[in-house]
């Protein structure tokens, strides 16, 4: 019983001291380790996310299918007079539409502008006696082999609409620049057709005496013009559709700021009153409304981006263009400062790969 008895005190001791034998780390300070410093990833967003029209998807043929709320409106060109047929407006009016904006000048031939000054002296005065709040858009035909080509043909596109269009005054919607088509030189860059926007921009609200709006569709600002903050000055009508959307998809810079002003969201509209029953849906909000048409003036901006982050938004944006933006922030203020501090970060982890 002894012998047993001395064995187990052996094997009791030997059971309590191995361990620390084997994990000398262990006989150590137990006082915790700082944790070794990692280093920060360049930020990365989705690609973006822009739906684009195809035949077999369901738009929205009235804004109740949206689901989303308005004030809504329409906007009409000639090709919504077959065979030289008036519109009817009051009976567009009942359908609960508060804004009509009408195609008044094109830049792609002289017929073609002849047509939309017709329709625009025939439509403004029968719009506004129907009680719409009306505004008028031109169509843009870019052209120009060089850059003072391009800037003085912004400027005689200017000049043509303004012409049409007067003078701003309280109660209407201002002109509207409308870009649709990319110019057939393949040299032109989405600076060169950045540049041309402001041109016209600056000579048609110093013709028009009020900002003017420019229209266009996410795809169109993400592949061919750069995020200017210049942009950003002149409100957004934005054209994107599908019917489950409830929103338009982030379009630098006017995400940094105010976002969209009108948001066209759908071409396949059922309205009486036209002879085809098809047009375009516009929604917008009581806010935007009053600000385009002058009876808001007490209103607050977006918080201006600071000195930090606009050096990180031309980092991001210089010799290139919208997608690129998108690709890094995501069109956000919040990827933009996520870039700031990023930029700012004095632990970058190496670049493995490069990003577009």
Not at 163 to 174: E, F, I, M, N, Q
Not at 322 to 340: A, C, D, I, V, Y
Request: with cysteine; hydrophobic share 40%.
């Amino acid at each position: 019983m002894y012998i047993i008895g001395s064995v187990l005190r052996v094997l009791t001791v030997l059971a309590l001291t191995v361990p620390l034998f084997a994990n000398p780390a262990l006989a150590q300070d137990e006082a915790p380790t700082e944790p070794a410093e990692t280093c920060q990833s360049r930020p990365g967003f989705d690609p973006p996310v822009v739906e684009r029209p195809t035949r077999n998807r369901p738009f929205a043929f009235n804004p109740a299918m949206q689901r989303i709320s308005g004030p809504f409106g329409i906007d009409i060109s000639r090709w919504d007079h077959p065979s030289d047929k008036p519109l009817n407006f009051p009976i567009i009016k009942s359908q609960g539409f508060d804004f009509v904006i009408i195609k008044l000048s094109d830049g792609a031939t002289q017929e073609a502008n002849r047509l939309a000054k017709k329709w625009w002296r025939i439509d403004r005065p029968a719009a506004e006696a129907a009680g719409f709040l009306v505004g008028g858009y031109h169509y843009a035909s870019p052209k120009g082999t060089n850059a003072v080509e391009r800037q003085l043909d912004a400027i005689q596109q200017a000049r043509q609409a303004s012409k049409t269009y007067g003078v701003w005054k309280k109660g209407r919607l201002p002109l509207v620049l409308d870009l649709e088509v990319v110019p057939r030189d393949s040299k032109w860059t989405p600076r060169d057709m950045t540049n041309w926007a402001l041109a016209f921009l600056a000579e048609a609200e110093r013709l028009t005496k009020s900002p003017p709006m420019i229209y266009s569709y996410a795809n169109y600002f993400l592949k061919h013009m750069e995020p200017d903050l210049e942009l950003a000055q002149y409100p957004l009508w934005l054209a994107h559709y599908g019917v489950h959307l409830k929103t338009p998809a982030l379009v630098a810079p006017w995400s940094l700021f105010d976002g969209y002003a009108i948001w066209q969201f759908s071409s396949s509209a059922r309205t009486a009153g036209t002879h085809r029953n098809i047009g375009d849906l516009n929604q917008t909000s009581e806010h935007w409304l009053r600000r385009l048409t002058g009876s808001e003036t007490n209103y607050s901006w977006a918080e201006p981006l600071s000195n930090a982050q606009v050096a990180a938004f031309n980092s991001i944006s210089k010799n290139g263009n919208g997608e690129r933006f998108h690709n890094r922030t995501g069109s956000s203020r919040e990827g933009l400062t996520t870039w700031q501090t990023w930029v700012s970060a004095t632990n970058k982890c190496p670049v493995v790969s490069a990003t577009p």
